[in-house]
């Protein structure tokens, strides 16, 4: 007995003597180029930029926040991405189990007829009944780190699942509050086309008064009636895209569509201060960047099992339980057995399948790295995209301010000019129509440079904290 104790002993002392030796890779982060990563002629004086401010101090509209924890609560995709953190935090308990043995037990009862003429039918009458009740127990022990970077693994998973998660809350942050202030933009420019339709009704009463007084003809009567029909489809296309827009935005909020409760466009006041900090910070802030390491450093464990099949395994299998052939001795100390198994497994010719293991995982480490770069430079360019996109607005907006103020005196001094036969009635629709346009263009204006401070929030990572 102690001679066999002896011997286990040493089996294991040996195991932990290889592993002082082999053992698995710790994960570093790779260098990557987190530097300037985006373009912009303000230069970042410290770390502090727009993705620190919470999503509540940015949109301060009371019918706004009210949409987005809404949209944060019943919005399908977040859903989802709650119950894939359920299932990956139930492996993560299954890779923290890995150093437990497993155990099973098993009640049996064999029935074996033998042969009369048989050594032992002969003695057993032919048939011998076997009751049995046993306990297996197994363990490998950890040499290589397989176990340990399996439940690194797990926990990378799990990690990932909810920066992913946070991903979705940001874009859904954003998608709900940019749907919001197009639809107040949409209202706006309804708002706008309806006054404009009265104009244009009213226009036409002038016009068939200067018809009647000689001063014009037919054809500047149906050019204006025709002009009053195209600011009608104008206004018919607002309705139907607010319409399309509540729709979207209903499913967006995760409900079936119905009439969005808002505010007014004028009544919007975003005080962002725009400030991009460090592109550094991406790596840190940016969900989607986060939950890509996170799928390298999973790869990276995964690479580090692959490459522990390679080495031998140590297992200790002991086996015990109680066996007789008569169920009244059944449970009786004489029907006590064990056996226990010890051995070091080193696998030589298996066509292959580890090294084509290992390969496989290196190659998809190596695809989850590149993947994690992508996600960097993405969000770079999604960040420099922003920052230009809000700048030319808002030069635009200047500009086109100044573009309306001068449509709508030309379309005020046409009205005059006519009257006094000093420009023909073409001249006067076209100063109109340019008029309704530019005012048309500047509330568009006015909305994409908003949209744009909603995509440089996104883009630094804000909204998720």
Not at 232 to 252: G, P, Q
Not at 300 to 319: D, G, I, K
Not at 374 to 393: G, H, I
Not at 422 to 447: M, P, Q
Request: proline share 2%; charged share 20%; aromatic share 8%.
């Amino acid at each position: 007995m102690k001679r066999n104790i002896y011997r286990l002993t040493t089996v294991v002392a040996v195991g932990l003597l290889l592993q002082s030796c082999f053992s698995a890779k710790t994960y570093k982060r790779p260098t990557v180029k987190a530097e300037n990563l985006y373009r912009t002629e303000v230069i970042a004086q410290d770390s502090a930029s727009l993705a620190d401010v919470s999503w509540d101090k940015l949109f301060t509209d009371p019918l706004l926040q009210g949409h987005i924890k809404k949209g944060l609560q019943n919005n399908f995709d977040v859903r989802v991405a709650l119950q894939n953190i359920v299932a990956s935090e139930a492996y993560l308990k299954q890779g923290k189990a890995g150093y437990l043995p497993t155990f099973s037990a098993t009640a049996s009862v064999q029935h074996q007829a033998l042969a009369k003429n048989s050594q032992f039918g002969a003695i057993f009458s032919g048939s011998i009944d076997t009751y049995m009740l046993t306990g297996n127990l197994s363990w490998e022990a950890d040499i290589w780190g397989k176990i340990r970077s399996n439940k690194r693994a797990f926990n990378a998973t799990y990690l990932q699942t909810i920066a992913a998660n946070q991903a979705i809350k940001t874009t859904v942050i954003s998608n709900v509050a940019s749907m919001y202030y197009q639809l107040l933009a949409l209202d706006e420019q309804l708002k706008l086309a309806d006054s404009t339709l009265i104009n244009r009704n009213e226009s036409i009463e002038v016009i068939h008064a200067l018809k009647d007084a000689g001063s014009v003809n037919e054809v500047a009567v149906k050019q204006t009636e025709a002009q009053k029909y195209a600011t009608e489809i104008i206004i018919a296309d607002l309705k139907n895209n607010i319409i399309l827009l509540e729709n979207s935005l209903s499913l967006l909020l995760g409900e079936a569509p119905h009439k969005i409760e808002r505010s007014t466009f004028t009544a919007q006041q975003v005080n962002a201060d725009i400030k991009a900090g460090y592109s550094a910070s991406l790596l840190k802030n940016r969900p989607d960047v986060i939950a890509a390491e996170y799928a390298f450093i999973n790869t990276f464990e995964l690479t580090n099992v692959a490459r522990s099949a390679f080495y031998p395994s140590l297992t200790l299998t002991p086996q015990g339980g109680l066996q007789s052939i008569d169920i009244k001795t059944w449970f009786s100390t004489n029907s006590l057995f064990a056996t226990v198994l010890a051995g070091i497994t080193q696998p030589i010719f298996n066509q292959r399948q580890i090294r084509t293991k290992y390969e496989a995982a290196k190659a998809t480490q190596a695809q989850a790295y590149v993947q994690f770069e992508q996600s960097l430079v993405t969000a770079s360019r999604e960040v420099s995209d922003a920052l230009a996109t809000y700048s030319n607005e808002t030069n635009k907006i200047t500009i086109r301010e100044k573009q309306v103020d001068a449509l709508k005196k030309a379309a005020d001094y046409s009205d005059e000019l006519l009257t006094y036969g000093l420009v023909n009635y073409l001249e006067v629709l076209t100063a109109k129509d340019n008029a309704l346009n530019s005012e048309l263009s500047l509330i568009d204006n006015r909305y994409q440079r908003l949209s744009a401070i909603i995509t440089l929030y996104r883009a630094l990572g804000g909204g998720w904290k």
